[in-house]
């Protein structure tokens, strides 16, 4: 039966839409870890706009700011011009992240999407060593424009682009062959070998992280031996924290705690704080080759997501408050999502912090399990190859208690599904 609500979506959209297919109702207003419906219908939402929503749905100090500066006629478009926006924003991420960890990265404003991070780090890259290839890993997503295409592992979205895609080479993610650092001895001599067939890469990049690729989190060691193998042939070094950065795995960038140091850095999603489009590509001075114009942008200039982004800053990066809130929160999500791989046999906990969820054996079961969430009002997503990983990704400023009952939800679904007993209530 045809629901009068959404048929203008069915009869004018593309038919590429897929959240909404999976989610068929018409949300109307949001308030931190929730989305309601025009029908008054309330969502828990562990999705945050697939990382875009950090700090919660409609932040009221980011509202505040954005609503002051709208009001007030502030610039909202302005390509690369100089804005007060702008300034605000560039002191504020210079002042409370690149100086407190030592980084002299400079910032470069691609456009507002992490796809255009990424692209650009990949141009940069090619342009500082005159290469051209880029070693990518199994199971990577990067974006969805040609470039970041050519360093995605996933057959599906990679055949969307319609031609063949070139100047890339797959590599194996860490635990994808032995699961130890051996595994680079295969890259270090074809790197080493110049009649390996293979010419040396102008860069590496990889995820900290796999967020669409299955919650796959390379260990600490696996990324220091790939810094040093890169530094070793002089290949660059790209992280890409578009969805793992901004806190999502407990500190600002997601490869603090292993000491990395990487030449090129991708943030976008969360960057702005409100969930405005922004974007950034961070790369060290040395590297930071452009002539003026050689790269750009229509929409690098969006002032309102420098205002959002510049308060978030301030609001919750000056001190440890909120990375305390994200190691609390999950440590708690950690003990009940072990709770759930427990209830099926070879299921197992994926990701760091608060991007983490549980890997099935059965791959038809993640699926089923986001469908009977959603059921209960619930929403997440699946990642993964073959969608087999239950995807949690609350805001990071989520309440203990706002976690405890969508993870009620979260488990009666899943009992549900594998036929487990129900879950004990008091």
């Given at each position: 039966?045809?629901?009068?609500?959404?048929?203008?979506?069915?009869?004018?959209?593309?038919?590429?839409?897929?959240?909404?297919?999976?989610?068929?109702?018409?949300?109307?207003?949001?308030?931190?870890?929730?989305?309601?419906?025009?029908?008054?219908?309330?969502?828990t939402d562990f999705f945050s706009g697939a990382g875009a929503l950090?700090?919660?749905?409609?932040?009221?100090?980011?509202?505040?700011?954005?609503?002051?500066?709208v009001s007030r006629d502030g610039v909202t478009h302005s390509m690369d011009m100089h804005t007060k926006a702008k300034r605000e924003f560039l002191e504020a991420f210079t002042e409370l992240i690149l100086e407190p960890r030592g980084m002299t990265h400079k910032i470069?404003?691609?456009g507002p999407t992490g796809t255009n991070a990424v692209e650009t780090a990949l141009k940069t890259a090619r342009k500082a060593t005159g290469r051209e290839d880029v070693v990518h890993f199994t199971n990577a997503f990067h974006g969805m424009t040609l470039g970041s295409l050519a360093v995605t592992g996933n057959a599906f979205k990679r055949a969307g682009a319609g031609t063949p895609l070139y100047h890339a080479t797959a590599a194996p993610y860490?635990?994808?062959?032995?699961?130890?650092?051996?595994?680079?001895?295969?890259?270090?001599?074809?790197?080493?070998?110049?009649?390996?067939?293979?010419?040396?890469?102008?860069?590496?990049?990889?995820?900290?992280?796999?967020?669409?690729?299955?919650?796959?989190?390379?260990?600490?060691?696996?990324?220091?031996?790939?810094?040093?193998?890169?530094?070793?042939?002089?290949?660059?070094?790209?992280?890409?924290?578009?969805?793992a950065g901004c806190g999502r795995t407990g500190t600002f960038f997601s490869f603090e705690d292993?000491?990395?140091?990487?030449d090129i850095i991708t943030l976008s999603k969360s960057i702005s704080g409100y969930g405005l489009p922004m974007a950034l590509t961070l790369m060290k001075p040395e590297i930071d080759d452009w002539e003026p114009g050689e790269h750009n942008g229509?929409?690098?200039?969006?002032?309102?997501?420098?205002?959002?982004?510049?308060?978030?800053?301030?609001t919750y990066w000056a001190d440890d408050t909120l990375e305390k809130n994200?190691?609390?929160?999950?440590?708690?999500?950690?003990?009940?999502?072990?709770?759930?791989?427990?209830?099926?046999?070879?299921?197992?906990?994926?990701?760091?912090?608060?991007?983490?969820?549980?890997?099935?054996?059965?791959?038809?079961?993640?699926?089923?399990?986001?469908?009977?969430?959603?059921?209960?009002k619930l929403l997440v997503e699946t990642s993964g190859p073959s969608s087999e990983v239950v995807k949690i990704m609350p805001p990071l400023t989520i309440t203990k208690d706002e976690l405890a009952a969508g993870l009620d939800q979260l488990e009666d679904a899943t009992r549900e599904v594998l036929g487990a007993p129900a879950r004990a209530t008091a």
């Open positions: 039966m045809s629901n009068p609500a959404t048929a203008i979506f069915a009869e004018r959209e593309s038919e590429v839409r897929s959240y909404c297919r999976n989610w068929p109702v018409v949300f109307d207003t949001s308030k931190g870890p929730y989305q309601t419906t025009e029908d008054g219908e309330r969502y950090n700090y919660g749905h409609n932040n009221d100090i980011l509202k505040e700011a954005l609503i002051e500066y470069q404003f691609p860490d635990d994808y062959i032995v699961g130890e650092t051996s595994d680079f001895a295969w890259l270090k001599r074809i790197w080493a070998d110049s009649g390996s067939g293979t010419s040396l890469p102008a860069a590496v990049i990889v995820e900290t992280v796999q967020g669409e690729g299955g919650l796959k989190a390379a260990r600490g060691e696996w990324l220091k031996e790939l810094q040093d193998l890169c530094r070793e042939y002089g290949v660059l070094m790209i992280v890409d924290d578009v969805q292993f000491g990395l140091d990487p229509t929409f690098r200039g969006h002032n309102p997501a420098f205002v959002t982004g510049a308060k978030a800053l301030r994200i190691a609390a929160r999950a440590q708690e999500l950690t003990e009940r999502l072990e709770v759930l791989a427990g209830l099926a046999e070879g299921s197992e906990l994926r990701g760091r912090g608060l991007l983490s969820g549980v890997a099935f054996a059965d791959l038809e079961v993640a699926e089923k399990i986001a469908k009977a969430a959603f059921a209960r």
